[in-house]
């Protein structure tokens, strides 16, 4: 099984042909099977020998090893997901000043400037 990279929001699918049909394949994240999910429309077939995962509308939190497992014969694959935005900017005043010197008051300001941008 191969890894995959995608943007997030992007669809993905995950394949692994195995040497012969079978009638029970297990998918799982991180070592665990992973349960339907009609909300996600999380998707796991196989037809013949062929097996596929795929994640519709791919979520950061989506990112993980899966694997395809069948008895004790397992493949795995590695799914990357990139942000749609990124910050650009953060500055923080004040703050660093007063941990610098080892004190903080409740009333010190902190202001952050921040801008997000798509990577698209």
Not at 18 to 35: A, M
Not at 59 to 82: F, M, N, P, R, W
Request: hydrophobic share 35%; net charge neutral; with cysteine.
């Amino acid at each position: 099984m191969d890894d995959i990279e995608c943007q997030e929001e992007e669809s993905i699918t995950f394949e692994c042909e195995l040497s012969q049909p079978v009638t029970k394949v297990d998918w799982l994240k991180f070592g665990k099977i992973i349960k339907p999910d009609p909300k996600r429309k999380i998707v796991a077939k196989h037809e013949g020998a062929k097996c596929f995962f795929t994640i519709p509308s791919t979520q950061l939190i989506d990112a993980a090893v899966y694997s395809c497992k069948v008895g004790d014969v397992e493949t795995k694959g590695k799914l990357t997901v990139k942000g749609l935005y990124y910050i650009t900017k953060c500055i923080v005043f004040d703050v660093i000043i007063h941990f610098l010197n080892n004190r903080f008051e409740s009333n010190n300001t902190v202001l952050l400037l921040s801008s997000l941008n798509s990577q698209q």
